[in-house]
């Protein structure tokens, strides 16, 4: 059971334009194992929402099952939320996506709830582009049932009791790509300074914006031979970009140098910069970023960073050209025309 945090609070906190300070963001106590690395991803969103502004209650929280689906009661206590069952958090997401197109939907699952037996929603929920951030908090276990590998357990990764996994993983990164996904990115849950610049950009994107955090279960993940422990990570990690979040300014500028940076526009006019580091390497080419990310996967590299992003595609309601009007403020008369206008759209299709 979760607990309430106290109240109290410093009275020169920072405001916002809602006139919300940080604490404002946060939610209950967490019960989650100390040193989690669910828990640093939660104080990343809480500053992103915080930074970005967003009104508490114009956000909805989604969730399935797992040490992951727990964390949304952790953070932005008045916002909506809703937590369904395994792996069925996109589904339930996309009705209310359908019904209010206005609120921002915010995601948060695992490898198990994602990979397993979420693993066809997943996917459809990316080929409809629904608009919405989708939070993997990746450790590549089954921590509530202590300890399995999941479906995101690197081949040869040793568990706690010291067995190798024999089964190839599913790279949830690779996976979007592949279905064309809008937004890609990956993170490591203690990198902070790389985390909440990505999810400030995947909060802005019009459409499916995938997060992928590597997030070490300290229970039951993060021991020699884990290559989702805090020490594989660090020494692992490779760096595609530089991110940075700014507000809009200046002029843009689509050509640049290794070492350079290129802004990329948000469509509320916010912006990601991201500076290059590889000479190749363009985040708007899909191929060419499946082609890093596997190249590099191949090395034993985590690569982080905004992996790929295409801001040219509608998302769920422009593919549908649904109304822009939300459902849920439209009359009875105009969701239901009745039996008259029934028989007249059967009577087109004779």
């Known amino acids: 059971m979760s607990t309430s945090k106290p109240k109290v609070r410093h009275p020169n906190l ?108 997943f996917a459809h929920a990316i080929r409809r582009n629904l608009n919405m951030t989708y939070l993997i908090e990746n450790n590549g276990v089954y921590g509530l049932t202590k300890g399995q590998f999941s479906a995101s357990a690197d081949l ?24 064309g996904a809008t937004f890609v990115a990956r993170s490591f849950s203690g990198d902070k300074a790389q985390l909440v610049p990505l999810l400030k950009a995947a909060l802005t994107h019009n459409g499916f914006a995938l997060v992928d955090i590597i997030s070490p279960c300290v229970t039951f993940n993060d021991h020699e031979g884990s290559t989702k422990s805090y020490r594989w990570s660090r020494e692992h990690v490779h760096k595609v970009v530089h991110t ?54 191949a090395a034993g590299e985590v690569v982080t960073g ?22 849920r403020d439209l009359d009875y008369d105009a969701l239901n025309p009745g039996a008259d206008a029934l028989a007249e759209i059967q009577l087109a299709w004779r």
Request: with cysteine; hydrophobic share 35%.
């Open 14 to 121: 920072p405001r916002n334009k809602h006139g919300l300070t940080f604490r404002d963001y946060e939610g209950a106590v967490s019960t989650l194992c100390a040193g989690c690395g669910h828990d640093s991803v939660t104080g990343a969103i809480v500053q992103a929402a915080f930074e970005l502004e967003i009104e508490p209650h114009g956000l909805a929280k989604m969730s399935g099952i797992g040490c992951s689906s727990k964390t949304p009661a952790y953070f932005l206590s008045a916002s909506h939320g809703f937590n369904s069952v395994h792996g069925r958090m996109p589904s339930v997401t996309t009705g209310a996506n359908a019904a209010n197109r206005d609120l921002i939907y915010l995601g948060i699952s695992g490898d198990g709830d994602s990979l397993s037996i979420g693993l066809g929603q």
């Open 156 to 179: 040869g990764s040793k568990a706690k009791k010291g067995e190798a996994n024999q089964q190839p993983p599913i790279d949830p990164v690779s996976l979007a790509m592949s279905l």
């Open 244 to 297: 940075d979040f700014v507000p809009p300014a200046g002029e843009i500028t689509a050509d640049y140098e290794a070492g350079a940076a290129i802004p990329v526009d948000m469509h509320d006019g916010s912006r990601v910069m991201l500076r290059k580091v590889d000479d190749d390497y363009d985040p708007t080419d899909r191929l060419a970023a499946i082609d890093f990310l596997q190249r590099h996967t």
């Open 306 to 327: 905004l992996l790929y992003i295409d801001e040219s595609k509608p998302d769920m309601h422009g593919v549908s050209g649904t109304t822009a009007t939300p459902l």
